[in-house]
């Protein structure tokens, strides 16, 4: 219960249902904050305790100082939380285990339950193995089933034992379409309270929900089960960038040049752990879809959010995906009676400004590898000709490949390498010196040319895009104008549709484009992130060899938010982000060496030549298409049973009961070891001695190097524990699909092929040295595990700004499961470093000034770690002392500032981590 120290509840008539609310012009300097510090001055308002949330906080929002540098640091408690499957899968492990803990420590296992709603949705996991044909979509499901299946029991148990917790089965959507089309709430009404919709979410998109208005944004796993369990996130009062819009979009440009355009200038403006928000006479004329285009790319930005505030637009669409009248009506007047309604003519406050008139938008595309790289469409050949020679090299040969063992459609079979160009012929032909290479590829009797600059991909993918009707019959208006002129898709071109939702397959066959679309190839071939996310599968087999045998410098073209190096498709060097009628449209041309403007697409029946600008739908046509193909109806019908799932989901062989019965010969889910030998009462906290240095590593540490991802590689030590436990190295998977296993995510904690352990000289990756066999190199796990036989605790050192980046849960986790006790950095990333004391692991700062470099330190040393146990007086020591003593004798002794920077973060510590702290309390109750 709040503490209303400013006597802000009241209450509020909406219809015939009256709802508690706290309002916020209680609270001085409320009515000329930016929308999203207004949200947050509700969450504190709601919350106050007294301990962790203050009166003394609240006016801090109030009072804030829109010049300053943030410097308070307030506990915001979400409303909900969403998941995406890879990162939910842990969280879902964590309550899994915390119900057995409850009942070895005499609780009962149905009290452990989340305490706000949780709601996953299963879209990471599909994989672009069959495309451009009618059965696509099953045999890709099929596969995913195949692949993934041991994952989905456990969700579906989980689905059926926890109380607050919902999964939408695989085939149904990507997370942040779902959630915008069903699941945000704008505003929450439970236990007669009505608060704003806040969500936070284990996907960094999250932000795609501040189109309607919702804050909130992507975290790691640990803040994701923090807050399903009730408990706050840490962060400091922001700086906030209004963004000011003026004018409308004019016709020919989409919502995704607008949100190319934006990413550019946020970028360039910078706007790194900022809020950023919408505001101007231009807002009132931005489609709600548009708004969610434009949250949605926020992590592209850097900023934290990018929020509109509630208007007209959120309404409309409200009613318009189904929500129910009761619900539309209390956002109205809620948002209304608060304060929080779009009003362009009300001066708010913001750190900075920043503004864009939308007439001034044109046609472009980002790329060859940062969403942030706008192209004008109009350059987009003279761009992609000037970055070439940075991709490809090679000469003016001509090649001949000969596709009969290498079936062009047929996918492998789930994890099984393609084999690449075993019977590519020399190379022969004259040569000049032009980055430019000729390869002709026969399949079934016919011959085609590829060189470098092909579009090997063009998917219509992502939740950025897939959301808008817009831009979604846009592409399918451009793809029926351009079947029935005759034109068809390149050969070497892999197409795919893959859908934000069903409600998008729906609206497509109610305006007949869909035979238009599979005539182009663009046949559906799954819903979920896809190519997004590195999931576009293998290119046809044909095309890979030729690509791998010559070193072809080939692109994708999608329509999604990220086209980093290396991600899209390990064939593709050059990665390009476009509109889907863009998307289309560079299927047909085959090649980004292409001007849209003077070179002709193909030639219709009477043989005239096609242009881009012949087939284009014009605004009206779109609008006209939008207005007579979707209705209400189909997001009532899609979303009535969106948690049951299809057949396979209903059939899964699924354990019962209120505890899970963990498999031991399961490689992806596996029990934690967390609450092994955990008692009700606290042990006492203690000081740290005889620890060794794990890691000595330099500034900048990102949370990649230190957590899991990408590949698992056979001579690893995760690969060598998949390889014992019978798994084929074809079968090893990624360590994101494998996340639920903690066995496999400790061998790559600090395994990253770049990490830098200074411990060793010139020698890059997982490898430390351990001084309990005189200093050899070895694995870091192999270290950690012989130090945790012998009973010998671990630190790291490190220089600035250690665990920046995007955060990630097992970054903490995975240095708790090594043995580390302490971290001794110069300076942290806020969030990893609230993730450490969640995992129970202390971390410390050097004294202003000093480095490791500075006192002497080289990582040989034993460490002393003495005055932690001023903890258990209930004290916060502001630091501790710090013995180093190194082979010879000698000593090097420094106070270590303590980053326990809150009463709840020192909690968590005390009970040797959050899950610990929180577990005691539900078991209490």
């Known amino acids: 219960m709040s503490q209303d120290s400013f006597q802000s509840k009241g209450t509020l008539r909406v219809g015939d249902q009256t709802v508690e609310i706290f309002r916020l012009s209680a609270v001085e300097g409320s009515a000329s904050l930016p929308y999203s510090l207004k949200v947050l001055l509700e969450n504190l308002l709601r919350t106050e305790d007294g301990a962790n949330i203050t009166a003394d906080h609240i006016r801090a929002i109030g009072n804030w100082d829109q010049n300053a540098q943030p410097d308070t640091e307030i506990q915001f408690t979400p409303a909900r939380v969403v998941m995406q499957d890879f990162t939910g899968v842990p969280c879902i492990v964590d309550l899994a285990t915390m119900r057995e803990a409850a009942v070895e420590l005499g609780g009962k296992a149905d009290k452990i339950n989340p305490l706000s709603p949780a709601e996953l949705v299963i879209d990471h996991s599909v994989q672009i193995d069959v495309f451009g044909t009618k059965d696509a979509f099953e045999r890709n499901v099929e596969y995913e089933y195949e692949r993934n299946g041991e994952r989905y029991q456990f969700l579906r148990w989980g689905q059926g034992a926890f109380d607050d917790f919902k999964v939408v089965p695989p085939g149904t959507g990507i997370v942040h379409q779902v959630n915008i089309e069903h699941l945000a709430r704008v505003i929450m009404e ?20 501040n189109g309607l208005g919702v804050l909130g944004w992507g975290v790691g796993g640990i803040e994701a089960e923090a807050a399903m369990l009730g408990q706050p996130v840490s962060m400091l009062i922001p700086r906030v960038v209004g963004f000011k819009v003026t004018g409308e979009i004019p016709a020919g440009v989409t919502a995704t040049d607008v949100v190319l355009t934006i990413t550019e200038m946020l970028r360039k403006h910078g706007v790194v752990g900022k809020f950023v928000e919408f505001h101007g006479e231009g807002v009132s ?57 779009l009003d362009p003519s009300q001066q708010l406050r913001f750190s900075e400004e920043i503004e864009l008139d939308l007439s001034t938008v044109v046609p472009s595309i980002a790329g060859p590898k940062r969403p942030q790289d706008r192209i004008l469409l109009s350059q987009a050949k003279e761009s992609f000709r000037k970055v070439l020679p940075d991709y490809a090299t090679g000469q003016n040969d001509e090649v001949v490949v000969d596709s009969g ?3 062009a459609s047929d996918p492998p079979a789930p994890g099984e390498d393609l084999q690449k160009g075993d019977n590519a012929p020399e190379e022969t032909g004259s040569a000049d010196q032009r980055a430019h290479r000729v390869v002709t590829v026969e399949r079934e009797g016919q011959s085609f040319e590829i060189d470098h600059g092909i579009v090997s991909i063009a998917s219509i993918t992502s939740c950025t895009n897939t959301s808008n009707p817009s831009v979604m019959l846009a592409a399918g208006l451009l793809a029926k104008k351009a079947s029935e002129k005759g034109l068809k898709v390149k050969p ?9 939702s069903k409600v998008v397959t729906e609206y497509y066959t109610k305006a007949g484009l869909w035979p238009a679309l599979e005539a182009l190839g663009y046949h559906l071939v799954g819903y979920g992130c896809t190519t997004c996310i590195g999931n ?79 087939i284009w739908p014009s605004s009206e046509e779109v609008e006209a298409t939008i207005a007579s193909s979707i209705d209400r109806e189909m997001f009532t019908t899609q979303y009535a049973d969106v948690f049951s799932g299809d057949e396979r989901w209903r059939n899964l062989s699924t354990p019962e009961g209120n505890t899970f019965e963990w498999d031991e010969k399961s490689t992806y889910v596996r029990k934690p070891p967390y609450f092994e030998g955990m008692k009700m009462e606290l042990t006492p906290v203690q000081d740290i001695s005889g620890a060794r240095v794990l890691a000595k590593l330099g500034d900048s540490v990102t949370t990649d190097h230190i957590s899991p991802a990408g590949a698992i590689k056979a001579d690893s030590p995760a690969g060598k524990y998949l390889a014992e436990h019978g798994v084929d190295r074809r079968d090893f998977n990624s360590y994101g699909s494998r996340r639920g296993n903690h066995e496999v995510m400790i061998r790559g904690t600090f395994a990253n092929i770049r990490l830098r352990n200074q411990l060793l000289d010139g020698v890059e990756g997982g490898f430390t040295r351990n001084f309990l066999a005189g200093g050899e190199q070895t694995s870091i796990f192999e270290a950690s595990q012989a130090y945790q036989e012998a009973g010998v605790p ?21 240095t708790r499961l090594l043995g580390v006790k302490a971290v001794i ?44 146990t001023e903890l258990n007086e209930g004290r916060t020591p502001k630091s501790v002392k710090v013995v180093a003593t190194k082979d010879g004798g000698e000593s ?34």
């Open 190 to 209: 439970r236990d007669g309270v009505a608060y704003p919709d806040t969500c936070i979410g284990t996907d960094s998109h999250t932000t795609m929900e």
């Open 285 to 341: 004329s931005i489609p709600l879809a548009n708004r969610a285009t434009i949250g949605n790319m926020s992590p592209e930005f850097g900023s934290t959010c990018a929020i509109f505030p509630i208007d007209e637009k959120t309404i409309e669409y409200l009613h318009l995906t189904g929500r129910s009248e009761e619900q539309v009506a209390l956002v109205e007047a809620y948002a209304k009676e608060q304060g929080l309604w």
């Open 405 to 407: 063992s290498f079936p």
């Open 492 to 500: 070497w071109v892999k197409t795919s549709m893959a859908p934000g």
């Open 536 to 614: 576009s599968g293998p290119l046809p087999a044909d095309i890979s060899a030729a690509i791998n045998e010559y070193d072809l410098a080939v692109t994708s073209v999608l329509s999604g938010n990220r086209n980093f190096e290396g991600r899209i498709n390990p064939d593709v060097k050059m990665n390009y982000l476009a509109s889907p009628p863009l998307v289309v449209a560079y299927a047909l041309a085959g090649t980004m060496d292409f001007d849209f403007e003077s070179e002709p697409l193909g030639q219709d029946q009477q043989g005239n030549d096609v242009y881009l600008k012949d």
């Open 794 to 814: 671990l630190v790291v050192l490190a220089g600035k700004e250690y665990g920046s980046g995007s955060s990630r849960d097992w970054a903490a986790k995975g």
């Open 825 to 868: 950095a110069e300076s942290y990333e806020r969030i990893h470093r609230s993730n450490l004391i969640g995992m129970g692991v202390l971390p410390l700062q050097f004294p202003q000034g000093e480095t490791v470099s500075s006192l002497g330190l080289d990582g040989t040393e034993v460490f002393e770690i003495s005055g932690v």
């Open 892 to 925: 090097v002794e420094f106070d270590a500032v303590v980053r326990i920077d809150t009463p709840g973060e020192a909690d968590y510590y005390r009970n040797d981590g959050i899950l610990q702290y929180v577990l005691r309390n539900l078991v209490q109750a």
